[in-house]
């Protein structure tokens, strides 16, 4: 069964960072493609970052690009935040899918697998 499981998250002031994990299990993690999703109140699901992790492009949202930092080791995947801002406050999913594809997509729709999602707060 493909487990997803975030952790990191928390309550930081702006201009702070936050290190978001994900542990995946249940599936071979190579050769997916993984990414980081956020979804504020009353918004959207936006992606935020993706990679696949055969290797190949990594994609970041224009809201993220420069601050932010997706990366991953072994059947974990990371997101660095820096210089987070209140429009940063979200809650932020980790996500799975397109086996085999050898790309990676912010689009949600790509992904079969989902975590519960880790809460992240920026205060000004």
């Known amino acids: 069964q493909v487990q997803l499981v975030e952790s990191g998250g928390g309550s930081v002031q702006a201009g702070g960072s936050l290190r978001l994990s994900c542990a995946a299990s249940?599936?071979?993690?190579?050769?997916?493609?993984m990414g980081w999703f956020r979804q504020a109140p009353g918004k959207e699901r936006e992606g935020v970052a993706s990679?696949?992790?055969?290797?190949?492009n990594i994609y970041y949202a224009d809201s993220v690009a420069g601050r932010f930092t997706i990366s991953n080791a072994k059947n974990t995947l990371y997101l660095q935040m820096n210089s987070l801002q209140p429009e940063d406050t979200a809650m932020y999913y980790c996500?799975?899918?397109?086996?085999?594809?050898?790309?990676?997509?912010?689009?949600?729709?790509?992904?079969?697998?989902w975590g519960q999602g880790t809460q992240v707060t920026v205060s000004s």
């Open positions: 996500a799975a899918g397109c086996r085999g594809a050898g790309w990676s997509s912010l689009r949600a729709s790509f992904y079969n697998y």
């Open positions: 249940g599936y071979t993690y190579s050769n997916y493609c």
């Open positions: 990679l696949y992790t055969g290797g190949g």
